[in-house]
């Protein structure tokens, strides 16, 4: 292995049986702060990300950790544990050396003047028009999409729908100003047609066939133009 190989967490055993043993023995739902408690202090070891995979392979791919509450719930409807509860967001989070992500936020700002043609000239903000940008807070960052975007100058303002726990200070509802520059994708959706939504068309190559159809009807688009 070499030095600048890329580690990645593998849980032993996994977190979905840590999960699983610990709603039997309590004989009801974890809460979120449980399953973050319990990921936070289960077992783990660092494996390369290439003999992670074929662990996966071997065993069955894991709760992803940055997700844990979403895919913990999801595990819970196909083993049809009951109450159903909301898995809420599911935040994807990619490495900024991944070439194939630069490349989407490349056509999203080469793409950018077509973006401008579906807002309004007058400014007014546009439900179906949505921007990712990055949100930091101290050393803690999420790519995250806004939509109610609107033009304000050479830049862009558009309104948060969802926050990871870990931002803080921010809230759903808050206006964020975003340049060209900080622009790391847009899409619109027009009657089930989506306008750009570069990085969401490179996670969704990365899925099963089964999962893409899952994703199309999460995000309500029935036709890429």
Known sequence: MTDDEELVPVFVPQLSVVLITAEDKKQRPLTNDEVIELRDNAACIMMAREDAQKMDERRGVDIDPENCWY????????????????????????????????????????????????????????????IKTRL?????????????????GDSFEAELFEVPEFLSTFQVGDRISVSLESLADWMVNI???LHGGFSLRYHRTNLSPAEQVDFDRHIGVTKYA
């Open 71 to 130: 895919d913990w719930q999801i595990i819970r409807r196909e083993l049809g544990r009951k109450p159903d509860l909301d898995p809420g967001p599911k935040f994807d989070f990619f490495r900024s050396s991944d070439p194939q992500y630069q490349e989407t936020i490349r056509k999203a700002q080469e793409t950018i003047e077509q973006f401008r043609g579906f807002l309004p000239n007058d400014g007014a903000p546009r439900f179906e028009a949505s």
């Open 136 to 152: 930091t807070e101290d050393d803690k960052s999420a790519l995250m999409w806004m939509n109610w975007t609107s033009k304000v």
């Open 191 to 193: 009657d089930g047609e």
